[in-house]
Each structure stands twice: as C-alpha cells, then as structure tokens.
C-alpha cells in the first residue's frame, strides 16, 4: 500500500491539545522558555534535572540503532497514560529487569520470567505489556533474520531523514499524524504490540524520526544538524 508522504506537518492544522512524547507536558499552550543556562527549551521539561537532561541530550536525537530503537518504543508502550517521568525515573530498572532491552534474550522469556517481572517493583508492572515485549522482541528478531532489519524499516517511512518541522507553540504540535497512523498499521499487522498512533508519533519524536522542537528551543536547529 502507498504510504503518505513525509512532509512536515503544516502548521494551519494544529492539534488542541500537547504532543504526546512525553505525556502530560505541562503548559502545552506555552512557547519556549527560557531555562538555566539562558537556553530557551521546550516547556515540557519543566524543572526536573532528569527530564531536562532528556531533553537536551536525547529527545529528537535521531537513533538509528535497531537495538535501542526497541527499547524506545517498548518504552513508549509502558508510558502510555502515565507521565513520561514517571518512566525516566524508572528506565535503570526497566533496563535490568529486561536484560538490557536485548530482544535476543527477552523472545526467550518464559511464562516463570513473566511472573518475576510482575513482581518486579521497580518496573511498570502491567501484564498485557509484559507479554507484549516479548511479542514484540519475537517480531523484532524476524524482521532482522528476514529483511533490511528494524532501523531500515523504520526510517524507510521518513525516506531516510528526519522530517524537520517547525513549531512555534506546544499546541502546534499533532497528537498523531497520517505518517504515524501508517507506521502504527505495519507495526501492528507484524506483530508488535502497543504501537497506535499515538505511541507510535510519541516514538517518532523522541527517537527523532520526527524534529518537533519548537523552533524557539536551542535543540531545534542542534537536531536539525544531525
């Protein structure tokens, strides 16, 4: 099927409401701001040293990574309906309850495995998710053996380059886009679990498949030269 085009998403349609990566951005109406260091950031990092970190050395950074594009979106999956500090402040433990995001090892977890993991405290303890990390490692170890591998597939949908928009407020920024409803589609139809659009756009700007900086925040053109 033809897939649609990757433009940058004009700015004529915003959506009502911030961007979804990370959830529950706090003044999602505002512009940028002007931050320690009189560095001009996104808002949604607020004050939080761990959220600002990510921010400035992660968000839109484009991964090309198979492995680590994995864990990304395993852990876009886990956030969905909590604040994306949420799961910053517990990603050390995620990455050791799950042996590194290694999709290697996890295609492997048995139903004992999925028991110790519930009872992990330190992690997002949803059963559905649990499964479907393994699910997702087992579709993930295909598309490797199979074809042109994760990244490949992944970045083919932005032909190869990240989409640089152009925003200038939070409430510019889509929730969703047509680009994100096609991934979220293939996604699903090989397998992977908790990928909708919404997740699925979450994921494409922090893995900078997407730049969605605000054009106001130093990071906008730092990404843009990557």
């Given at each position: 099927p033809t897939r649609p085009r990757a433009t940058a998403h004009p700015r004529s349609h915003p959506h009502p409401g911030p961007p979804p990566a990370p959830s529950h951005l706090p003044n999602a109406g505002c512009r940028g701001r002007m931050s320690a260091g009189n560095l001009t950031r996104c808002p949604w990092p607020g004050t939080d040293p761990l959220d600002v970190a990510y921010h400035d050395e992660e968000w839109g950074v484009p991964e090309y990574d198979a492995r680590a594009l994995y864990e990304k979106l395993i852990?876009?999956?886990?956030?969905?309906?909590l604040a994306w500090i949420t799961i910053l402040r517990k990603r050390d433990a995620f990455r050791a309850a799950f042996d590194g995001f290694e999709p290697e090892k996890i295609a492997r977890y048995d139903a004992k495995k999925?028991?110790?993991?519930?009872?992990?405290?330190?992690?997002v303890r949803n059963r559905l998710k649990i499964e479907g990390t393994i699910r997702s490692a087992q579709v993930w170890l295909d598309m490797m053996e199979t074809g042109p591998g994760f990244s490949a597939f992944l970045w083919?949908?932005?032909?190869?380059?990240?989409?640089?928009?152009?925003?200038?407020?939070?409430n510019d920024v889509p929730a969703k886009t047509p680009l994100s409803r096609a991934m979220s589609k293939e996604?699903?139809?090989?397998?992977?679990?908790?990928?909708?659009?919404?997740i699925v756009y979450a994921f494409m700007q922090a893995t900078g498949l997407v730049n969605d900086h605000l054009t106001s925040c130093h990071r906008h053109k730092a990404c843009a030269a990557l």
């Open positions: 852990l876009d999956g886990f956030q969905a309906g999925v028991e110790v993991l519930m009872a992990d405290a330190g992690i083919d949908f932005v032909d190869g380059k990240p989409v640089l928009n152009r925003f200038k407020a939070m996604l699903k139809a090989r397998g992977f679990k908790f990928c909708g659009p919404t």
